[in-house]
Antibody, heavy 116, light 112 residues
């Protein structure tokens, strides 16, 4: 069974970088697409970006040059880095797989608070 | 970017009833391949987010047949027939026709 699990610090200081890991079991990240989505307080959802089976990436323009998604195929993990965070980046962050069905498997999500 | 509007913030339903959740797009979600790039998701506390429907009407594996996706162009509906207590959740639509992919604001299904 495909499983995704997010991990990373739950608290980040403003202006610092947020770094999260998505560990995948039951399926190789060298197939299909692997993305990050976040849910803000108040329930608004935002697609952040994805990394493809080949390692190419696509990002939400709203995140401009702050975002980077990378991977380690040997560990079957992919990563999110979001730079220069502000309190507006406080959210629950999810990783998810896309096949023919978008985001068909999700992780449980990790809550990240940006606060000094 | 494409805006998705889920008009109802909350809907109240009794077990056994049918309920419909609507999602309106700011432009057509029909692609040249004849498919609509609209999906539906369910979020329940303590559970992973569940993909219900993609391409507007195709159920993902294991989704009960009481979940029905319909619609075309800019108007889409997720219907739940014979609502079960475990269907009480937050439901989102998502468009993947154009980047950035965008979600609706969500509709919370609550028990009467």
């Amino acid at each position: 069974e495909v499983q995704l699990q997010e991990s990373g610090p739950g608290l980040v200081k403003p202006s610092q970088s947020l770094s999260l890991t998505c560990s995948v079991t039951g399926y190789s990240i060298t197939s299909n697409y692997w993305g990050w989505i976040r849910k803000f307080p108040g329930n608004k959802m935002e697609w952040m970006g994805y990394i493809s089976y080949s390692g190419s990436t696509s990002y939400n323009p709203s995140l401009k040059s702050r975002i980077s998604i990378t991977r380690d195929t040997s560990k079957n993990q992919f990563f999110l880095q979001l730079n220069s965070v502000t309190t507006e980046d406080t959210a629950t962050y999810y990783c998810a797989r896309t096949t023919v069905a978008p985001f068909d498997y999700w992780g449980q999500g990790v809550m990240v608070t940006v606060s000094s | 970017q494409i805006t998705l509007t889920q008009q109802a913030e909350s809907l109240w339903v009794s077990p056994g009833e049918k309920v419909s959740i609507t999602c309106r797009a700011s432009q057509s979600l029909l692609y040249t391949d004849g498919k609509h790039y609209l999906s539906w998701y369910q979020q329940r506390p303590g559970q992973t987010t569940k993909a219900l429907i993609y391409h507007a009407s195709i159920r993902t594996d294991g989704v009960p047949t009481r979940f029905i996706g319909s619609g075309s162009g800019t108007e889409f509906t997720l219907s739940i027939e014979d609502v079960q207590p475990e269907d009480i959740a937050l439901y989102y639509c998502l468009q993947t026709l154009k980047k950035p992919y965008t979600f609706g604001a969500g509709t919370k299904l609550e028990l009467k």
